[in-house]
């Protein structure tokens, strides 16, 4: 320490620009000339500094900040400076501290931007009895570290008011972030006769963000502590010891600076600065270490409303759709620096999506080898620029399989816009997929997987601004010779007069794609018709809404085939001479579309004449019976089957116009072919099948039979896309929040080549789902790979009631018991992998860690609940499940953990506590085997007691529920929960600590929901 003689021999010397009655140097003097308003204020408490404190008063006059010398009361700063050398006296380690490291880093009032409260007397008089046995400043910083923010209850989180908080906001929010904290930990420090002071990093090099620590002095040198990060292995350890390894000496941002009191020439370039400069030193080289090798690492940071959020990340290569990784993100609780981590092998472009389940956000990243790539995502937007979705589409559309599958698994995640949708219409129209359609256009032919015809086409009139209509004809013909066929459609091409002033049309006469009898309808040529629409749609700007088609004789037939089997495809169709084809014609499908036949009276050949006035008679009551049917039979008397007067029928037809999206659908399937009909869709048709379908408002309401799977394509034409939608399937409803998506949007331009019918919103409806939730039973889910098994118990659809609102429960099923040992093994230790694919690292980093010590802790396995579960751990497990049995399970909501909790009833069931739980006074302090106690009224063990459940707030972190086996007997209940404690994670070595196991937790377990 600096000697009362060295101080006198200093006056005696004296300075510039001192005065001779004064003690103190010039230097000080200039500094209070920088506020002449306060300046006798600060004089007079200078000339009544204790001797023995005179050095330390003219340190802090010296160069202390303008902002301090302008409002800092002097009172406060002479209490500081007397307990500042007051608690010199009285720690062991007092007369060993050099006089520098003690201005700078014990005397001090502030470190850094902070406000200037007062904390040395609260923490002196507070936290000096705690490390007054302490032998070097090194261990009392670590007792402080460990126990002072423990008994606070201040804890890292995002949401705090400021980052460069004074200790007195800290203790009021009970909360702060790095540099808050290590604020904090300093002050407390100093208060208690330890040098301390903040030091950190403006940017990581590579991946960027800040982090903030405390270095302290010990042994003749500084070390460092991360604060609030306890590590078991002292000073010098911390979870950011390898990044600062590769900090940049002499980098502004790269470079590491502790904070000093003192001018330096350096400035900390702080996140957190709101003045001028913080003043610092680089101490980058104390830090230096053996580099990492290199690594290619995305990182990946998920925010809602500005504060990080626990979600769902999944990581897809674009390149390689097969190849994706998955994790959790961390939440407001977590450092600012922890990011998601993954490793990728090499360079990649990848697609990132972030869930909470409510919300998503996306983000497209190129991943650079041997490098840091951070992604930053916010909930419900993507970062998808402009040119990222105009690639995305261009390879949605391309050859390459892998690109394309990958794309639409990105463009499933992007809202679609109109300029999407344009932009997604010309790169279909552009794709070489489309290269074969184009090149049959250019020679007048169409083609389907087994077939393919020729045809004659021809523009009638102007094209109108918004497309050509299309007038298709089909000839007469049959089981004749070929010849004959070519002669046909060649002579069709002439048959029926031009009249353009119906409106612009392209003319075309098909030919039948062979010479048999049915070769305009059989089950094929639904297809060969389509592609031919298709075709002149993408190359010849067919309007898809102005389609017509008919024929005559053999094509009219075809006419009363292809009508019903695809109306959706047209706006008018029209038979002539011909009639229903049994087992292909179902008048049912034509209820939205106009549809004409024409027969003679002496036409009655294979009982044509017959079948059409039999035909007639069941469109009249089916129109009677649900309205529609724009059908009509022109009856000519006295005509035969060869002279029908229908070479006018274009100017009937071609002014017709589509309903594309009608509100009313009866299906009659003929065929395994066709999966479209308007708006509804199979993947598996069945010949003799029935869908109906109806638009009431907002709900759409489906029945099939016959029929595993369907989808709805919902519209703004039908329904509301600003509210939601019910869906109901054979008679089960669920509630669909409309989100039209790009990828969706592309799907269906695909398959329909028509941006009149091509939706972005596709809701898919199964069967033995609907079954299953109408009437759900309980059923034993097994592992075919292993021999664990585990029984799931229905829960009926109903309300509960959380937080004072009414929350809705949907029917699902969860686990009559918590998860159980045998099955959790088989996950935390890869057992359903042979022992070539464990050795290998197959799912290693998606799979718990070792535990540091038996999880069971030896209380027992077989039919015991599993413990020290962490959340994360409890979500990937639930994954995990879910890839494996092909049923989605994940962890109940609290809304819906309590509602099963309640079983109809209280927050407790009815009778004594003990029958149904495992609590404090009977459990000999460890969990039990499940199912000893009583189920509550729907059959489900152990909610209350034994181990606590992890459940979903509508909001926040996870939370564990229902009390455990040392919970008092009152708080196993329904209502009772448990917010995260960093105790249970306490003796975990880890920083960070691990996100599988919790430590400390053997209070914690899980139970599990299925929702189909």
């Known amino acids: 320490m600096v000697t009362s003689a060295l101080i006198s021999a200093m006056i005696l010397l004296g300075s510039p620009g001192t005065f001779d009655d004064s003690w103190w140097s010039g230097e000080v003097d200039t500094s209070l000339n920088r506020i002449p308003e306060r300046r006798a204020e600060w004089v007079t408490m200078l000339e009544g500094a204790k001797e023995q404190h005179r050095e330390g008063y003219a340190y802090l006059l010296q160069h202390m900040p303008l902002r301090d010398l302008r409002s800092l009361p002097t009172a406060q700063l002479v209490e500081n400076v007397d307990l500042a050398y007051e608690v010199m006296d009285r720690v062991k380690w007092g007369k060993d501290i050099p006089t520098d490291v003690f201005l700078d880093a014990i005397l001090p009032h502030v470190n850094s931007t902070e406000d200037r409260d007062p904390w040395r007397r609260d923490f002196y008089e507070k936290y000096f009895d705690l490390v007054k046995d302490a032998e070097t400043p090194g261990e009392a910083a670590l007792i402080l570290n460990s126990t002072v923010f423990k008994d606070t209850g201040v804890h890292y989180n995002t949401k705090r008011l400021r980052p460069d908080q ?96 003192r001018e330096t020439g350096t400035v900390f370039p702080s996140a957190w600065g709101n003045q001028p400069t913080v003043n610092a030193i680089d101490v980058t080289a104390r830090y230096a270490g053996p580099k990492k090798p290199a690594k290619t690492r995305l990182m990946v940071n998920v925010r809602l409303d500005g504060q990080k959020k626990v979600s769902d990340v999944i990581v897809q290569d674009l390149g390689d759709p097969q190849t994706n990784w998955s994790g ?36 497209l990243a190129t991943v650079e080898a041997d490098k840091d790539t951070v992604v930053r995502i916010t909930l419900g937007e993507s970062r998808l620029t402009d040119a990222d979705i105009s690639g995305l589409i261009e390879d949605r559309f391309g050859f390459d399989a892998g690109k394309s599958e990958g794309a639409a698994e990105a463009l499933a995640h992007v809202a679609l816009t109109d300029e999407a949708k344009a932009a997604a219409w010309e790169a279909f129209k552009k794709s070489p997929r489309n290269m074969r359609m184009k090149r049959n256009l250019d020679e007048n032919k169409v083609s389907a997987p087994d077939r393919e015809s020729p045809y004659l086409v021809r523009e009638v009139g102007e094209k109108p601004a918004d497309g050509w209509g299309l007038y298709i004809a089909m000839h007469g013909g049959g089981s004749v010779p070929k010849a004959v066929h070519d002669r046909g459609y060649k002579a069709f091409f002439q048959r029926y007069n031009e009249h353009p002033e119906a409106g612009g049309y392209l003319y075309v006469s098909l030919r039948a794609p062979n010479d048999t009898w049915n070769g305009f309808y059989d089950d094929a040529i639904c297809p060969l018709v389509d592609n031919l629409v298709k075709q002149l749609i993408i190359f010849r700007d067919v309007n898809p809404d102005k389609v017509s088609i008919m024929g005559y004789s053999h094509g009219g037939y075809g006419a009363f085939v292809i009508g019903p089997k695809m109306p959706w495809r047209f706006a008018a169709v029209h038979s002539s001479a011909a009639a229903p084809a049994d087992g292909e014609t179902e008048a049912i499908n034509l209820m939205n579309i106009r549809f004409t036949y024409m027969i003679g009276e002496k036409d009655t050949a294979y009982g044509r004449m017959d079948r059409c006035t039999a035909f007639e008679k069941l469109v009249d009551g089916l129109r009677a019976e649900h309205g529609g049917f724009d059908n009509t039979r022109e009856f000519k008397p006295g005509l035969t089957h060869g002279v029908l007067p229908d070479r006018d029928k274009a100017a009937d037809m071609v002014p017709q116009r589509r309903t594309a999206w009608p509100k009313k659908l009866i299906w009659k399937q003929t065929d395994d072919v066709l999966q479209r009909f308007y708006w509804l869709q199979t993947p598996a048709p069945v010949s003799g099948a029935t869908i109906s379908a109806v ?33 109901s399937f054979n008679g089960v409803d669920q509630e669909v929040t409309p989100k039209a998506t790009l990828g969706a949007f592309c799907e269906s331009l695909e398959e ?19 079954q299953e939730l109408a009437e759900p039973e309980p059923f034993v889910q097994k592992l075919e790979w292993s021999l664990a098994d585990f029984k799931m118990l229905p829960v009926p659809a109903g309300k509960t009631v959380v937080n004072g609102k009414e929350v809705e429960i949907k029917a699902m099923w969860m686990s009559e018991t918590e998860v159980l040992w045998n099955l959790y093994d088989v996950f935390a230790y890869r057992l359903d ?11 290693a980093e998606s799979r718990p860690s070792k535990p540091y010590i038996p999880p069971d802790l030896g209380w027992g396995h077989n039919n015991f609940p599993a413990i020290h579960i962490h959340s994360h751990a409890a979500a990937e497990f639930c994954k995990w499940l879910s890839e494996k049995t092909g049923r989605k399970y994940r962890l109940p909501t609290v809304a819906e953990w309590e509602y099963v909790a309640k079983a109809g009833g209280g927050d407790q069931p009815e009778g004594s506590i003990d029958d149904y739980a495992w609590h404090w006074d009977n459990a000999d302090d460890q969990t039990q085997e499940v199912k000893k106690k009583k189920p509550n009224a729907w059959g489900f063990y152990d909610m209350y007691g034994n181990a606590a459940e992890w459940a979903k707030p509508a909001e926040g972190e996870m939370i564990i529920k229902g009390g455990h086996y040392m919970s008092e007997p009152e708080e196993c209940s329904a209502s009772w929960k448990g917010e995260y404690e960093w105790e249970w994670q306490d003796s975990d070595p880890q920083i960070p600590k691990s996100q599988w196991w919790m430590a400390d937790g053997s209070f914690i377990g899980i139970r599990i929901v299925c929702e189909g």
């Open 752 to 770: 329909t080549a028509d941006m009149t019918l091509a939706s972005g919103i596709k809701v898919v409806l199964s069967s033995q789902v609907a």
């Open 328 to 363: 959790e993100s961390f939440g407001p609780t977590s450092d600012i620096n922890f990011h998601l981590s993954f490793e990728i092998p090499g360079s990649k472009t990848v697609l990132i999506t972030a869930s909470d389940g409510e919300k998503t956000g996306t983000a």
């Open 166 to 261: 004074s200790p007195k906001q800290t203790l009021e929010q009970s909360m702060a972030t790095c540099t808050g904290l290590s604020i904090m930990l300093s002050d407390l420090c100093r208060a208690v006769g330890v040098p301390a002071r903040i030091a950190g990093i403006p940017s990581w090099p590579g991946r960027g963000g800040n982090h903030t620590w405390t270095e302290v002095w010990d042994g003749g040198r500084w070390h460092f502590v991360g604060a609030a990060e306890p590590d078991a292995k002292g000073l010098n350890h911390a979870w950011f010891a390898g990044e600062a390894a590769n900090a940049i000496e002499g980098s502004k941002y790269n470079a590491i600076y502790a904070v000093t009191y």
């Open 695 to 727: 638009v009431d408002g907002q709900t759409v309401k489906v029945e099939s039979e016959g029929h595993e799977e369907a989808v709805v394509w919902l519209s703004d034409k039908t329904v509301d896309l600003g509210r939601p939608v019910t869906v």
């Open 833 to 843: 992998l042979t022992p070539a694919e464990r050795a290998k690292g197959v799912d």
